[in-house]
């Protein structure tokens, strides 16, 4: 269950973006993550302020003073903070302002245990952020892995069954341009028809690498909220599947995966059985 504080409303106040500076400030302080809920309903809503912004790329300063991790939340908060890193931050540094951080800061100062992005003051932390060059003008262009013509035979809408199966067996997904083409054509695709239908996706052998895993949550999340009366999913690989259930999960949502087209059939069939009594008691 997601605790209060990691509400949008309760964490809005946490996210400042300096445009400026090109600098997004986080404050942790005091939060305590103590389910995987928490780490997703967290970064659920950083990624939902970096897409309102515009621009990809920021630099993160980070209070972490008396934050903690508890065991049950580490594999989601890591997780996601890895996906978001590589997907958005120029340079990231910490502010811990314990006594604890401040004496290791003296300890280490000079030598090779030296942690450079760690700080005991906004100000220490802020100066050193002053010194980094944005990378916003030199970031590569993505060179795209896929094409229109070829993916989009991987679409077949089957209007007497009300449904569109998607075959993404395979398929790489790369940077966020891959995400971007991908979600582009099927969003045109299912737009020409006019009408919402049920999803039908092959995820076998599916790779999503670090990269575009921010770009494809936020998409495949809006496609769906627009374009979808429901969602079986089958087939998906090992490393694909257990981040799909982590994002899904600590949502309370169900991922509606299968090991089976078979078995994603006949839970599509539950989910219309359940649409229909829904329409039917009203």
Do not use: C
């Amino acid at each position: 269950m997601t605790h209060a504080e990691f509400t949008p409303d309760a964490l809005d106040h946490r996210i400042t973006v300096h445009e400026g500076p090109q600098t997004i400030e986080l404050e942790l302080d005091g939060l305590v993550f103590r389910a995987s809920e928490d780490a997703t309903a967290f970064y659920d809503h950083l990624e939902a302020r970096i897409a309102e912004t515009g621009e990809s790329k920021w630099f993160f300063l980070v209070h972490k003073t008396d934050y903690r991790v508890w065991d049950e939340a580490w594999f989601s908060y890591t997780r996601r903070g890895r996906e978001t890193h590589t997907a958005h931050s120029m340079g990231t540094v910490n502010v811990d302002e314990s006594e604890l951080t401040r004496r290791q800061i003296a300890r280490t100062a000079g030598t090779d245990m030296a942690d450079r992005n760690l700080f005991a003051t906004r100000e220490a932390a802020w100066a050193e952020l002053k010194t980094r060059s944005s990378t916003r003008m030199d970031q590569p262009v993505h060179v795209p892995n896929h094409r229109r013509a070829s993916f989009t035979r991987r679409f077949t809408f089957r209007p007497s069954e009300q449904r569109l199966d998607i075959d993404f067996a395979g398929v790489n997904l790369a940077h966020s341009r891959d995400v971007n083409d991908v979600y582009n054509w099927l969003s045109h695709a299912i737009r020409a028809t006019g009408r919402k239908w049920w999803l039908l996706i092959n995820y076998d052998g599916m790779r999503i690498q670090q990269g575009a895993w921010v770009a494809y949550d936020q998409r495949k999340t809006a496609l769906e909220a627009e374009y979808a009366l429901g969602t079986v999913r089958y087939a998906p690989g090992a490393e694909t599947e257990a981040d799909i259930r982590l994002r899904m999960d600590a949502r309370g949502t169900r991922p509606n995966i299968r090991n089976t087209r078979q078995e994603a059939l006949a839970r599509l069939d539950e989910l219309k059985d359940q649409a229909l009594s829904e329409i039917n008691a009203h």
